[in-house]
């Protein structure tokens, strides 16, 4: 099974270039004048933990949505999937068999599916530039899962899709639930508002145990190994900074109201297995505009101690806002406490989807990648200082670099090879 990369980037331009503008059109026209009443429908692409519950979080917030296909390399999962959902949601799962795919195209059969409205993409997220390209092309709104993108290549790419989904009048909203979680979005606007003065610097962590790893079955090719092992190599997932810990970058950037100018870090690798590529620790200095500078720390290493917060300073107080349910507080100088929030992450990642589907039928798009882009390449500027020990700026990743991490073609029989960075070592590309 081999998928030239060449696919990802042209099938628009060729023989999809009528579909994807009529697509488009039509989208269109149909958000404009769409009833509450009428029943949209999700295509999934990636049929994991977290395809699965967008697909609660939607269903349990919206009316008269249902689930239509699902796509998954693995045919197993989608079948697993759909008798679990079916359990709790009867009649609202409506996936035959002729609407499973298993196969790396499958996510074409949905995107060339006419009665599919929203595709979800929870996939390893090296695949997510090209797919919610794709998906744009074909008139789809889209729900994607962050990070949107592992490397500057897949960045402009999620560029050109924001643009051209603004022009199709089509919505994309993205998994960066903070944004949409009511501690959060309070805290932002206190802090925006003046209540700690002038933000003067912070302190940044998504510090987590160790994660999931899966022994490699004999005699299983390269392709299809890292695919099923996805979390451990970079070209799949970006790393812990990018794939998980890009929640508080994103978070970061919200706070300062756009990307640093500059990262230099280090990190290193003390507990992965000898066949994963990820480190397991990384510190990264990031500089905002203003000479501010956030000090970064993720890290999964097992029996270590978690801690997922920012905490903020400011010319007259303090802010911290903690991952999860944390909850916020607002300090003064003094350190008394003058406001506070609990928080609610469940009910946050619900309201991605209940915007997504209401911007739809309102005729109201949302287009959100190019801020999740952004941060998802700010977290891919700290990864490259640290793997190479050198200070990379915001410029030279946002339009010079050349890195591509993806493959030039997808066949599951195929070698390759792994290694993972060493500073001093791995040039900045």
């Known amino acids: 099974m081999t998928t030239p990369r060449r696919t990802f980037l042209t099938r628009a331009s060729t023989a999809s270039a009528a579909l ?40 349990s917030v919206n009316e008269n949505v249902i689930l239509h296909t699902i796509a998954d390399v693995d045919g197993e999962k989608t079948s697993r999937l759909v008798s679990g959902l079916s359990r709790r949601f009867d009649d609202r799962i409506d996936v035959p068999e002729s609407r499973q795919h298993a196969d790396l195209d499958g996510y074409q059969k949905i995107l060339n599916d006419p009665a599919v409205d929203i595709v979800l993409f929870a996939t390893p997220p090296g695949f997510r530039p090209r797919h919610i390209l794709e998906a744009v092309q074909a ?71 160790g994660i999931w790893y899966r022994s490699r079955p004999e005699d299983m090719p390269d392709t299809q190994w890292q695919l099923r092992n996805w979390m451990h190599f970079i070209w799949l997932s970006g790393d812990q900074i990018t794939e998980q810990a890009v929640h508080n970058i994103d978070v970061m ?50 029996s270590a101690t978690s801690e997922v917060q920012t905490v903020i300073a400011g010319t007259h ?19 008394n406490q003058i406001w506070s929030m609990d928080g609610n992450i469940g009910a946050a990642y619900e309201q991605e989807h209940k915007d997504l589907v209401t911007a739809i039928r309102n005729g109201r798009p949302i287009v959100e990648l190019k801020q999740t882009a952004d941060s998802s390449l700010t977290a891919v500027m700290g990864r490259l200082a640290a793997y190479t020990g050198q200070r990379v700026d915001w410029d030279f990743v946002s339009k010079s670099s050349k890195l591509d991490l993806f493959p030039k073609s997808l066949d599951l029989a195929e070698k390759r090879s792994s290694s993972f960075a060493i500073p001093g070592q791995t040039k900045l590309v």
Request: hydrophobic fraction near 30%.
């Open 20 to 59: 994807a503008m009529t697509s488009a059109a039509q989208a269109s026209a149909e958000s404009k004048s769409s009833s509450p009443m009428e029943t949209i429908r999700l295509g999934l692409v990636g049929a994991g933990g977290r395809g699965g519950g967008a697909v609660i979080n939607s269903l």
């Open 139 to 209: 008139g789809k709104h889209v729900f994607a899962e962050k990070p949107v993108c592992v490397d500057p290549a897949g960045y402009h790419i999620c560029l050109k899709a924001d643009q051209l989904a603004k022009d199709n009048q089509t919505s994309i909203v993205t998994g960066t639930q903070y944004r949409r979680q009511r501690n959060y979005v309070a805290a932002m606007s206190r802090i925006h508002a003046g209540d700690i003065g002038d933000i003067v610097s912070a302190t940044s962590r998504y510090c987590s145990n």
């Open 253 to 302: 950037n919200w706070l300062m109201g756009g990307p640093p100018k500059t990262a230099f870090g280090s990190g290193g690798r003390f507990t992965r297995p000898d066949d994963s590529e990820m480190w397991d620790s990384m510190s990264i200095d990031y500089n905002y505009p203003g000479d501010r500078v956030i000090s970064f720390k993720c890290r999964q290493i097992p």
């Open 317 to 335: 107080g303090s802010a911290t806002i903690k991952g999860s349910n944390g909850g916020a507080t607002i300090r003064d100088a003094s350190g």
